[in-house]
């Protein structure tokens, strides 16, 4: 079955340009779009669609809240939402994490790379644009209030999940952790649900803030 996707954006050519990228993919289809944050969370319950490509800054009601919304319905519980951002709107990819987000890109990445998000974040994985995440992290390393005040170091690692969580916080997703270390993909993503366990860690964007808390991984070094 292909990726049933839902653009939200309120520039009329940004969506028609999504559009025509997702319908030249043959395992997704669009299933609807929307102008509004308000309408966003509507066309998610009334259209099913898997993944909403929400921007951030829309009338009505911004893409933070309408991912908020999304991620508390219970009846949407399949539903990944995808945030697009810029660079200088950190705090609002720090609030779009918080609002249950399964990740964010910059809208200048090349078209095959949003497809390969939609993809990455259809299939499961949490995905973080490697360009602004050591960014992000050096920030949240300086705000009295971090995404991570309860979960866990990673001293009770083996090395092989030090490894692994190393490579989550460059960024990597689960089929580029396996091709770096010479696993199985599955082994991979074993790997990373195994460290989230043991880190009390809710998704992945919390393991990135991990690695650069405890030193494992520094800014800039991406």
Request: glycine share 8%.
């Amino acid at each position: 079955m292909p990726i049933r996707v839902l653009l939200a954006d309120d520039q009329t050519l940004v969506r028609a340009s999504f559009a025509m990228l997702v319908a030249s993919a043959g395992d997704m289809e669009v299933v609807a779009e929307a102008g509004t944050g308000r309408q966003a969370v509507d066309l998610a319950r009334s259209a099913r669609a898997d993944l909403v490509v929400m921007d951030i800054r829309m009338p009505d009601l911004d893409g933070i809240e309408a991912t908020r919304l999304i991620a508390a319905d219970e009846d949407l519980a399949g539903v990944k939402v995808l945030v697009l951002t810029t660079y200088d709107t950190d705090e609002h990819i720090i609030d779009a994490l918080r609002a249950g987000a399964s990740g964010f890109l910059v809208k200048d990445i090349r078209p095959a790379e949003l497809l390969d998000a939609i993809r990455t974040v259809a299939a499961g994985d949490a995905l973080l644009s490697p360009g602004p995440t050591s960014r992000l992290i050096a920030r949240l390393l300086r705000a009295p209030d971090t995404l991570v005040s309860a979960v866990g170091g990673p001293d009770g690692l083996s090395e092989r999940e030090r490894q692994v969580l190393t490579l989550v916080a460059r960024g990597f997703n689960n089929t580029e952790i396996a091709e770096a270390l010479g696993l199985s993909p599955l082994t991979a993503k074993t790997h990373v649900s195994r460290i989230m366990g043991k880190l009390g860690a809710r998704d992945r964007a919390q393991l990135v803030i991990v690695a650069y808390e405890s030193g494992l991984v520094t800014p800039g070094a991406i």
